[in-house]
């Protein structure tokens, strides 16, 4: 807030573009950054799969088959977190894209890591590249931030998968 406060002009639209989340200031640049961190990251969850897998049937069974869940999941926080800053970094705050694509992926490919990790990153990327086009052709010749687009898919999809659960709030 204080940035924008004190930034005026041009700044202030790239600022509030980074904000919303854009994918239209990206250089060629900030690949030789990006891919190998999320190459990387990617080879290392995969490969950490199986563990994943044994954690979600219960840490307690997962510890009893070998796995150090305390381990486990620190590594995948670290893992994601470079990741999510790195591409944050050049393209700013999207939302919803984490909760739209492993949702949907998980319903139509199951629960399996292995398959659910490249499905999910494929998938992301494919509803990217099509948020992305709606972003730079619905109000032609402006463009919106690809933010805006995926917070309009995701938020009722959010609200769809809390119909679904219909549970009470408990604190």
């Known amino acids: ?15 509030l573009f ?8 990206g250089r060629f640049f900030d690949l030789w950054i990006m891919v190998p961190v999320i190459l990387i990251g ?3 969850l995969y490969g950490m799969a199986r563990s994943f897998n044994l954690i ?25 977190s470079l990741m999510c800053g790195t591409t944050v970094a050049f393209s700013g705050i999207i939302g919803f894209v984490g909760l739209i694509v492993p949702h949907l992926v998980r319903m139509a490919f199951g629960p399996d890591h292995r398959l659910l990790l490249p499905a999910s990153g494929l998938f992301g ?10 972003a730079r052709t619905v109000i032609s010749p402006s463009e919106l931030p690809v933010g805006v687009i995926t917070a309009f898919l995701g938020a009722p ?13 408990t604190l």
């Open 1 to 15: 807030m204080f940035a924008m406060a004190v930034t005026s002009g041009e700044k202030l639209h790239s600022l």
């Open 18 to 25: 980074w904000l919303y989340g854009d994918l239209s200031r």
């Open 42 to 44: 990617s080879f290392i």
């Open 56 to 80: 979600a049937s219960g840490e307690e069974v997962a510890a009893q088959l070998g796995v150090d869940v305390e381990r486990a999941k620190w590594i995948a926080l670290v893992i994601v």
């Open 125 to 134: 990327a494919s509803f990217m590249i099509g948020a992305d086009l709606l």
């Open 157 to 169: 999809f959010f609200l769809y998968l809390l119909y679904l659960k219909r549970r009470p709030w």
